[in-house]
């Protein structure tokens, strides 16, 4: 049997960052590679209806050994890594039991982890850590998710004593971009609730996210020679500032934690013509994020009424929801995942999402779905780390869900 350790650095292996803007899902080949490889494994574990969808989505099922009346539990991750930061060429560095020193990451590039800078390394001291070596993201989000599915899946299939119910599997593409639910087919996946594994360090649990909407501004302006420019000149780079200048300065990312929403300014560029600015809204209360957009709205009347009509034009579209409303009706399914968690030795940690998940969109979608710590930290950067006993303590934790 191949353990889960073994099992993720053979998936990181893969390069499947996902890309914005290309058209097609998956956005890129290498999830469909990725994909098949993992496809021809389920079969060899002993799962049944393995199958790829035109969209990339992967599935399979796991039979029930028992006539017991179970429900059908889904377990959903994703294939894509970020698009961040590359996941090509991923070199983890395999450090058995960690001395709580800081870490060289890339002894050429002098890139190192610091204890001062990355306090949660201090965790896992006495522990197997995998790093990566400072030039790549490692995968763990979401590879380490899939590799304990796969790994829970293959010692149920070879276990007859572990009785349990029908288990569904996804693996789904283009999750990083916000398109990884898409084109789920939650009837045909057939699951009563799914967990997404796909959160951060041991003993983390979470049904709540925030409520998420994007906003697109765009500023018109009017050139003219700068030595003739008095009272002819509009400066659309000024009014961008000016508009950024009204938000609340305190709400931003690196300014807020916890239920603490935010503007997130993701680019600004422009000429003294035509001016544009991308924003990310974030809040975990419907109410809020209903104010937060209401407030660019108002700011870029006030510029147009300061500047003339049509100065400033701004367009917001709703991303995702707060699965929150969904998973309290039938909460027993968070209860279900905290007494494993309970029951694997963990600290239960229940905190809220500050982003986004599959299972938000899916949990509005008919497919109740709480999400489940990987053990992965630091994600998304040169500096992503996951223990493996956080792996293993993951694969417990699901194999406590799913048996009798």
């Given at each position: 049997?191949?353990?889960?350790?073994?099992?993720?650095?053979?998936?990181?292996?893969?390069?499947?960052?996902?890309?914005?803007?290309?058209?097609?899902?998956?956005?890129?080949?290498?999830?469909?590679?990725?994909?098949?490889?993992?496809?021809?494994?389920?079969?060899?574990?002993?799962?049944?209806?393995?199958?790829?969808?035109?969209?990339?989505?992967?599935?399979?099922?796991?039979?029930?050994?028992?006539?017991?009346?179970?429900?059908?539990?889904?377990?959903?991750?994703?294939?894509?890594?970020?698009?961040?930061?590359?996941?090509?060429?991923?070199?983890?560095?395999?450090?058995?039991?960690?001395?709580?020193?800081?870490?060289?990451?890339?002894?050429?590039?002098?890139?190192?982890?610091?204890?001062?800078?990355?306090?949660?390394?201090?965790?896992?001291?006495?522990?197997?850590?995998?790093?990566?070596?400072?030039?790549?993201?490692?995968?763990?989000?979401?590879?380490?998710?899939?590799?304990?599915?796969?790994?829970?899946?293959?010692?149920?299939?070879?276990?007859?004593?572990?009785?349990?119910?029908?288990?569904?599997?996804?693996?789904?593409?283009?999750?990083?971009?916000?398109?990884?639910?898409?084109?789920?087919?939650?009837?045909?996946?057939?699951?009563?609730?799914?967990?997404?594994?796909?959160?951060?360090?041991?003993?983390?649990?979470?049904?709540?996210?925030?409520?998420?909407?994007?906003?697109?501004?765009?500023?018109?302006?009017?050139?003219?020679?700068?030595?003739?420019?008095?009272?002819?000149?509009?400066?659309?780079?000024?009014?961008?500032?000016?508009?950024?200048?009204?938000?609340?300065?305190?709400?931003?990312?690196?300014?807020?934690?916890?239920?603490?929403?935010?503007?997130?300014?993701?680019?600004?560029?422009?000429?003294?013509?035509?001016?544009?600015?991308?924003?990310?809204?974030?809040?975990?209360?419907?109410?809020?994020?209903?104010?937060?957009?209401?407030?660019?709205?108002?700011?870029?009347?006030?510029?147009?009424?300061?500047?003339?009509?049509?100065?400033?034009?701004?367009?917001?579209?709703?991303?995702?929801?707060?699965?929150?409303?969904?998973?309290?009706?039938?909460?027993?399914?968070?209860?279900?995942?905290?007494?494993?968690?309970?029951?694997?030795?963990?600290?239960?940690?229940?905190?809220?999402?500050?982003?986004?998940?599959?299972?938000?969109?899916?949990?509005?979608?008919?497919?109740?779905?709480?999400?489940?710590?990987?053990?992965?930290?630091?994600?998304?950067?040169?500096?992503?780390?996951?223990?493996?006993?956080?792996?293993?303590a993951a694969v417990e934790v699901l194999l406590r869900i799913l048996t009798v």
């Amino acid at each position: 049997m191949k353990g889960v350790l073994k099992r993720f650095l053979e998936y990181v292996e893969y390069d499947t960052m996902s890309r914005e803007g290309t058209g097609t899902t998956p956005s890129t080949e290498g999830q469909l590679v990725f994909a098949r490889a993992l496809a021809e494994e389920l079969v060899e574990i002993g799962l049944e209806d393995v199958s790829i969808s035109e969209y990339g989505y992967l599935t399979a099922t796991l039979p029930a050994n028992t006539d017991e009346p179970l429900p059908t539990i889904g377990l959903i991750a994703h294939l894509d890594t970020s698009f961040e930061m590359t996941a090509k060429d991923v070199k983890p560095k395999i450090i058995e039991s960690y001395d709580g020193r800081d870490i060289l990451l890339n002894h050429e590039k002098n890139i190192w982890m610091k204890r001062d800078e990355f306090p949660n390394i201090l965790k896992y001291k006495g522990d197997t850590i995998i790093t990566t070596d400072g030039t790549t993201l490692l995968g763990g989000d979401d590879k380490a998710g899939i590799a304990e599915i796969v790994t829970a899946m293959e010692i149920l299939a070879e276990d007859p004593s572990r009785l349990h119910g029908r288990v569904r599997i996804a693996f789904t593409p283009d999750e990083e971009i916000g398109e990884g639910s898409d084109h789920f087919d939650v009837e045909a996946f057939g699951a009563d609730y799914a967990y997404t594994v796909d959160g951060g360090p041991a003993g983390e649990l979470t049904y709540e996210n925030f409520n998420a909407a994007k906003a697109w501004v765009e500023i018109a302006g009017r050139n003219a020679h700068p030595g003739d420019a008095k009272d002819k000149m509009i400066n659309s780079i000024l009014i961008g500032m000016e508009f950024n200048a009204m938000l609340p300065a305190d709400e931003v990312p690196q300014k807020t934690a916890d239920y603490e929403g935010y503007f997130h300014l993701m680019s600004f560029s422009g000429s003294i013509e035509e001016t544009k600015l991308v924003y990310i809204i974030r809040d975990f209360e419907a109410e809020g994020i209903s104010d937060r957009k209401e407030l660019l709205q108002d700011i870029a009347d006030d510029l147009n009424e300061k500047y003339g009509e049509g100065t400033v034009l701004i367009l917001m579209e709703d991303q995702y929801f707060n699965m929150r409303e969904k998973i309290l009706p039938v909460f027993h399914i968070v209860e279900k995942a905290r007494s494993a968690i309970d029951a694997a030795g963990l600290s239960t940690t229940v905190k809220p999402i500050r982003g986004g998940t599959d299972g938000a969109r899916l949990s509005f979608m008919g497919l109740p779905c709480p999400n489940i710590f990987t053990g992965a930290e630091n994600v998304h950067g040169r500096f992503e780390f996951v223990s493996r006993s956080s792996m293993e303590a993951a694969v417990e934790v699901l194999l406590r869900i799913l048996t009798v």
